[in-house]
């Protein structure tokens, strides 16, 4: 299974390189402690008044500190913790289906050469990116 495993990613990041898609990870907890911080800091400091503005500029800082940095999906994929890239596989293999291949250069070929089926992965990858990853998609540059 392994090798079959390595077949799906190396068809993800083929697809997702051919169509140039690039994801941001949000960091949704780092801007909320940075915000949360400066709203504790801005209330020790000044009071009420301090939480008030020690929030509102936290939350600007927090809000583009963790701004999308978006990066290849491919360079994503490959870092994925082994529990996430199964539950891709598994994503993915159904639809594939029956689909039966050797190795990761004819299941490319096969999925790039049907219209339907490359969609349908890809459309399986770009779902499991925005709701297990939560990352913000972008096509090109």
Partial sequence: MALRMDDVMRLCCELSAHDQIKVAVKNSTKGALVAGG?????????????????????????????????????????????????????????????????????????VMGNATLQQQVTAALLSYVSKELRAEVRYGD
Avoid: C, H
């Fill in 38 to 110: 400066t709203a504790f800091v801005g209330g020790l400091m000044g009071g009420p008044p301090g939480i008030f503005v020690g929030g509102a500029v936290g939350g600007l800082l927090g809000s583009w500190w963790t701004s999308g940095q978006f990066r290849p999906l491919p360079q994503i994929l490959l870092e994925l913790p082994t529990a996430q890239k199964d539950k891709l596989y598994n994503d993915v293999v159904n639809v594939l289906g029956n689909l039966d291949w050797t190795d990761a250069a004819q299941l490319i070929a096969l």
